[in-house]
């Protein structure tokens, strides 16, 4: 059949035998409006595709859908095509080849691509393009325009759609997938430009219809929203779970895999990525640089963040919050002296955190490189790694921390803040000679920290701060080795210190000068810097070493009675 031309009449339909058709892929074959029908595999030039950027080959694309029916597949080699279609038939696998471009018509509001069936393949190497024109038109403020979107019409579940091998390029959403269990988005290039809202969006909002949105795969792409004009509001990739009008979790998404990404943002743009109301979550292999923060993983359970890179956010590195049961390991923050990394949730803009009714429990730590982060705010609220409200059980091992040359008094390696039940074990931490403490502890306690390397701080290795009315019980501070730093530990605040208060085998050099380790006299010992007698409250049992005191009847206080503290002459 090369060479032949067939006209097909409205209303009449040429069907084709079960081999097909074999024609060249660059030549018109069908005319007439026509159907074509038996082709399991067509080219959209078949149909009168042009490809020539600036005629709309909408038509034509529409033509070639439904000539490859169900299962079917249409090739787009070459050309510039601009083009707007959904795509409703099952199972259809476009392949979209390296020469070939899809243009959204200039003027237009919706998506290039809007599919509407079950298990669809985009892939090929080519490029969709947004068109930047578009961006300024009303499409922004719906959020009804972009590259992609996969949606069902009636609200429910539309199932794995397969994005492979693309370049998706200057639209407000470059993938909008809402409730698609089954996603992928693999091998692809994300660029966003102008005022755009985010690369990728996996979500479900807002509809009782969408029961169950698992099994996300995200992996080996690379985003770029450097060129985005939106401050604040610019997302490189979002995957959220299911919600109402209230915002309120109704469901989450679950069995996400979030892995070999590499994201670049502006300093001033939002999250690089961020993974909200997601059960059983694996986030490992990423890098990012730019945005606000790095990646952000909240409200869920069960998550696994590992081998992630963050460069250069303009607050986090990554931020978890309202999480449990989740392990973040071996991941690597280079600040810029702006920066730190932290696990989160409240209300302080000093330490980017957000909802404070929410809370991190069950939550592990380790093997986190953290290189040049320092405080960002007032009070020295900010750490290299922290973590706040009320949380529970939380293990920090192996936390290596290297303060920024320019930091203040404010940073610390490890700012944990009202966790009740935690253990600091292994690691190293410098502070550059000016950082406050390696642990700055705020209303926590059931405790331990042991093993930890410290150097080059200006306070203590712990510095303990309650606020009025809480009493710190249970810490066990134990071999520990410290270099250049002022003492073991120091309390400030207005609470209290209470029982079970131990410091043992903690070896220095100090800054201050050390005095002999008591701690065989007594089981609970508490000490810091300064001299004469303590103002601050006591536990029964618990010891204060005067770290300048100038001979033993001045070297030791205990607490006896209880809140009084009592001084003593050792032998």
Known sequence: LQGCTFSVSSGQTLTFPANGLDASPYVQVFTGSGNVAGLSTVEVPWFGALGNGTTVDTAAFTAAKLAAGVNGTVYVRSGIFPVQITLDQTGQSWHILPAATLLQPSGTTLFTLTVTANNVTLDGGGTLDGNLVNLASSCASSLACGNIKAANSSGAALSNLHIDHLTILDSYRGVYALCVPGFKLTNSSLYSGAAADASLMFAGWYSSSCPDMGFVDVEDNY????????????????????????????????????????????LSQMDSTEIRAVNRATVDGNVTSGGNMGISVVGGSSQTISHNVGYSSMRNCWEAGGNTNSVYDANTCYGNGVTYADITYGTDDNTGLWTPVEYNSNITVSNEQIYGTTTYGVDAIGAGMGSTLPNSNFSFNNINCYGYSGTSLGFSCLYINQVQGFSVTGGSMDGNGLARSPVYLVNSDRGTITGVNAEHFAGPLVTIYDSSGVTTHSLNITGNQMYLVSAPIAASGAGALGTNIVLKDNTGPFTSAPIPDYSDYFDNVFSTPGAGVPSLNCGVGSQYRNTSATSASTALYVCYPANTWTAVTLP
């Open 223 to 266: 985003f770029d929203t450097t060129a985005a004009t939106g401050v604040g509001g610019v997302y490189s990739s979002q995957i959220w779970g299911f919600y109402n009008s209230s915002g309120n979790t109704i469901s989450y998404t679950h069995d996400v895999i979030f892995s070999h990404n590499k994201i670049t943002k502006r």
